[in-house]
């Protein structure tokens, strides 16, 4: 008889072969989005509207709490979890990327502070008006779920939060 | 037995308060029979569909106590759709109708309307209790209701119900003439309450021990509540946020300073942790602290927090507190009896901050422990070895691993032999909760050394019928049985159908279990009702005996199949 390893909800099929796997194999819900779940946000690729919590999530059934506690857990937007999100930084012209960790920061100004100190140049970005000079200052850009290569700060932190893959410090002349 | 008369009989059984010695009683012979139904007053039904209102009242005329327990336990964790039934109303109408006495009503699970407390308020002239608990159906109207009209009301207890807020006067609805109340409790409810009429209603109840708030009372109306009752023994805060550098906190600082009755604590739904301080001195006395509510407390904090409750029997607590933290517990709360620590974040992919560390050092340090909820990120054999070993005395213990089917992350084997040791030696373990990885072994075990497990909870576990099979045929007290996501199929659920008549109730969803399979049993059991629960493909329902049955609930019976029943559940 095969092991259940798949979403509660659908019926086992008994024409799999049996499979009786040490790995842990954690409860597949309708989707497995880890981010998007963290963020409480919805998950179509095509809505990009920020919704604290979706009826999908509502309806989740495991781990096994009350519905009242799991509400009150995500609101609170996970003050005490260690969830990262780790994505690569190149900086144009240095083959060695960094890695950062967008869930340690609270928003676009600590994200540039913190590149501004690891890479020690000025970096700009959709917030920063005016000339740009050579040289000295980089543009920060991030590519997206989409493969697109787009400058920082244009949509909200969070909604930045789902669809940023990795990012890169491009010159500006290049730019 | 007819040597003494009546009142002596009755006197006696009197001290007779469990249902369980009261039901004895009444096999003994007809004369006890008679005596025990014409003073039993206090009465409980586990399934709402196992009788119906009219056969109660008929057997217990004089019932002034209630309880009654709808859906399913697995509907806490959205597996019973909302509408599958649970309807408090029939019995409400049915004990106004015959002019019964209610005075206490205790409600679990179940779908109460506005126009059931609305008749509860009216029909019962000496109503004292509402206890509600995971129940929905209802909005603040219906508080408004029975706190309008119950003029004797003494409890109000709210726990962790789905209720629609009308952000209406409800709590003005209390009149002044009411100062009975003792127990208060609105922490579930996440409307706006008027404050003003919250004060007066604490000001003019000398006897109100028990007091939880919800959200929208913040910290300074707490300072002043506290000030109008410092006899409180069990507290819960709102909201617990404010600037410690204020006058108010200060205030609420020598406030609590008088609050020397409080043993029990709960809330902090929003906090503020630079003012957990305040708390400190009353720590020192509590039992009880549900701190599950409280994501808003680090780790760092709960640890300062909980050096301070040397007398705690009870905690509820978040995994955020994490291995060190439960350490720290293991050394200082030596009285613990009972622990649950919850997942902070549920919806992270194994992201638990603790694990079997946590646990083991919880059973050096707390020999008393014995009814045990841990969620958690992974459990070895050893782990659970030790844990046997150091505490005999479980009577509940419930193990969640969050990566449902995780094996021991040391030997990479399946955790039957740890779940094994638990049962082996707990001789009084009355309810257990397996996960993590689980072949038949364990319910080998369970089988042949859980005698007095009365529930059991199953899920992605096991490898075929056997399995099951050890279960029903070793557990002589198993009352309860739910399944989930496990390869049990009709071989387990046929072999001894009378089993289900000496237990409450079986669930099983995601099995292996047939519609065919589910017809063959309810044929031979007309006293056992069969739903088949099935939410999707109506079209096909019935037509193939050889289809799987996504959700089935079997529970005994004396009245046959429900009339309430909607449309996707089938009484077969």
């Known amino acids: 008889m095969g092991r259940a390893t798949n979403s509660s909800s659908s019926s086992i099929d008994s024409s799999s072969h049996p499979t009786v796997s040490s790995a842990s194999s954690f409860p597949r819900l309708k989707r497995d989005l880890s981010t998007d779940l963290s963020l409480g946000l919805s998950i179509s690729t095509s809505d990009h509207h920020y919704c604290p919590s979706t009826p999908r999530e509502q309806q989740s059934d495991w781990p096994p709490i009350k519905t009242l506690l799991r509400k009150a857990l995500a609101g609170e937007g996970n003050k005490c979890n260690d969830a990262t999100f780790f994505v690569k930084v190149y900086m144009e012209g240095i083959p060695i990327g960094r890695k950062l960790d967008l869930f340690a920061l609270d928003g676009y100004h600590a994200l540039i502070r913190t590149l501004d100190h690891m890479f020690s140049t000025t970096i700009l970005w959709a917030e920063v008006d005016g000339v740009l000079h050579s040289e000295k200052c980089h543009v920060l850009t991030?590519?997206?779920?989409?493969?697109?290569?787009?400058?920082?700060?244009?949509?909200?932190?969070?909604?930045?939060?789902?669809?940023?893959?990795?990012?890169?410090?491009?010159?500006?002349?290049?730019? | 037995m007819n040597y003494f008369p009546d009142e002596v009989l009755e006197h006696v059984f009197d001290f007779l308060t469990s249902h369980r010695d009261r039901n004895a009683v009444s096999l003994v012979c007809k004369s006890w029979f008679k005596v025990e139904k014409w003073s039993r007053h206090r009465v409980f039904v586990g399934n709402c569909y196992a009788i119906s209102p009219e056969r109660l009242i008929a057997r217990f005329p004089r019932v002034r106590a209630l309880t009654l327990k709808g859906k399913p336990h697995f509907a806490d964790f959205n597996l019973v759709p909302h509408d599958w039934g649970g309807f408090v109303y029939p019995w409400i109408e049915a004990m106004a109708k015959s002019n019964i006495g209610l005075e206490e009503l205790r409600l679990k699970r179940m779908v109460v309307s506005n126009e059931g407390l609305e008749l509860l308020a009216r029909s019962f002239v000496n109503f004292k209790s509402l206890v509600l608990i995971s129940c929905e159906g209802f909005t603040t109207d219906g508080l408004a209701a029975v706190a309008a009209n119950c003029r004797f009301l003494r409890e109000l207890d709210l726990q962790e119900n789905e209720v629609e807020d009308r952000k209406g006067q409800w709590l003005s609805c209390f009149p002044d003439s009411c100062t009975s109340l003792v127990s208060l409790n609105f922490a579930c409810l996440k409307g706006e309450v008027n404050l003003t009429a919250l004060e007066r209603l604490v000001a003019r109840c000398p006897n109100l021990k028990s007091l939880r708030l919800n959200r929208a009372v913040p910290l300074d109306a707490l300072q002043r509540i506290l000030m109008l009752a410092p006899q409180l023994e069990?507290?819960?805060?709102?909201?617990?946020?404010?600037?410690?550098?204020?006058?108010?906190?200060?205030?609420?600082?020598?406030?609590?300073?008088?609050?020397?009755?409080?043993?029990?604590?709960?809330?902090?739904?929003?906090?503020?942790?630079?003012?957990?301080?305040?708390?400190?001195?009353?720590?020192?006395?509590?039992?009880?602290?549900?701190?599950?509510?409280?994501?808003?407390?680090?780790?760092?904090?709960?640890?300062?927090?909980?050096?301070?409750?040397?007398?705690?029997?009870?905690?509820?607590?978040?995994?955020?507190?994490?291995?060190?933290?439960?350490?720290?517990?293991?050394?200082?709360?030596?009285?613990?009896?009972?622990?649950?620590?919850?997942?902070?974040?549920?919806?992270?992919?194994?992201?638990?901050?603790?694990?079997?560390?946590?646990?083991?050092?919880?059973?050096?340090?707390?020999?008393?422990?014995?009814?045990?909820?841990?969620?958690?990120?992974?459990?070895?054999?050893?782990?659970?070895?030790?844990?046997?070993?150091?505490?005999?005395?479980?009577?509940?213990?419930?193990?969640?691993?969050?990566?449902?089917?995780?094996?021991?992350?040391?030997?990479?084997?399946?955790?039957?032999?740890?779940?094994?040791?638990?049962?082996?030696?707990?001789?009084?373990?009355?309810?257990?909760?397996?996960?993590?990885?689980?072949?038949?072994?364990?319910?080998?075990?369970?089988?042949?050394?859980?005698?007095?497990?009365?529930?059991?909870?199953?899920?992605?576990?096991?490898?075929?019928?056997?399995?099951?099979?050890?279960?029903?045929?070793?557990?002589?007290?198993?009352?309860?049985?739910?399944?989930?996501?496990?390869?049990?199929?009709?071989?387990?659920?046929?072999?001894?159908?009378?089993?289900?008549?000496?237990?409450?109730?079986?669930?099983?969803?995601?099995?292996?279990?047939?519609?065919?399979?589910?017809?063959?049993?309810?044929?031979?059991?007309?006293?056992?009702?069969?739903?088949?629960?099935?939410?999707?493909?109506?079209?096909?329902?019935?037509?193939?005996?050889?289809?799987?049955?996504?959700?089935?609930?079997?529970?005994?019976?004396?009245?046959?199949?429900?009339?309430?029943?909607?449309?996707f559940v089938w009484t077969l």
């Not at chain 1, 909200?156 to 500006?172: A, G, H, Q």
């Not at chain 2, 029997?313 to 507190?321: A, V």
Request: glycine share 8%; net charge neutral.
């Open chain 1, 142 to 175: 991030y590519e997206d779920k989409e493969g697109d290569w787009m400058m920082v700060g244009d949509v909200p932190w969070e909604l930045f939060l789902t669809t940023v893959k990795r990012l890169k410090i491009t010159r500006v002349d290049k730019y």
């Open chain 2, 234 to 567: 069990d507290l819960g805060t709102g909201s617990y946020v404010h600037d410690p550098d204020t006058e108010t906190y200060n205030k609420l600082i020598s406030t609590f300073q008088k609050c020397r009755s409080i043993r029990s604590m709960s809330g902090f739904l929003e906090v503020s942790p630079l003012c957990l301080p305040a708390i400190y001195p009353i720590c020192s006395n509590l039992t009880s602290l549900n701190l599950s509510y409280a994501p808003g407390i680090h780790g760092d904090e709960l640890i300062k927090l909980i050096h301070h409750c040397r007398k705690l029997q009870r905690l509820w607590i978040l995994d955020c507190i994490g291995d060190k933290g439960l350490g720290v517990v293991a050394s200082t709360c030596k009285e613990l009896q009972e622990l649950r620590v919850f997942p902070s974040d549920p919806f992270g992919v194994g992201n638990a901050a603790v694990t079997e560390k946590g646990l083991v050092a919880i059973s050096f340090g707390c020999p008393k422990l014995h009814s045990l909820l841990y969620f958690c990120q992974q459990v070895t054999n050893a782990a659970l070895i030790t844990v046997a070993k150091n505490c005999p005395n479980f009577t509940r213990f419930r193990l969640c691993i969050l990566d449902a089917t995780k094996a021991d992350p040391v030997t990479m084997q399946p955790l039957d032999e740890g779940f094994g040791a638990i049962v082996q030696s707990c001789k009084d373990l009355r309810r257990l909760s397996l996960s993590g990885l689980l072949t038949d072994r364990v319910f080998l075990y369970i089988g042949m050394y859980a005698e007095q497990l009365e529930m059991l909870s199953i899920a992605f576990a096991g490898d075929s019928d056997k399995g099951m099979l050890y279960v029903l045929n070793g557990c002589k007290k198993l009352r309860k049985l739910e399944i989930r996501d496990s390869p049990f199929g009709n071989e387990a659920l046929l072999t001894d159908v009378g089993k289900y008549e000496t237990m409450r109730s079986l669930w099983m969803s995601s099995c292996e279990v047939t519609l065919g399979g589910c017809k063959v049993l309810a044929e031979k059991m007309p006293r056992i009702n069969v739903e088949i629960i099935n939410e999707y493909d109506q079209m096909e329902f019935g037509f193939d005996d050889r289809q799987k049955v996504d959700k089935m609930f079997l529970y005994r019976t004396l009245v046959g199949p429900r009339k309430d029943a909607p449309h």
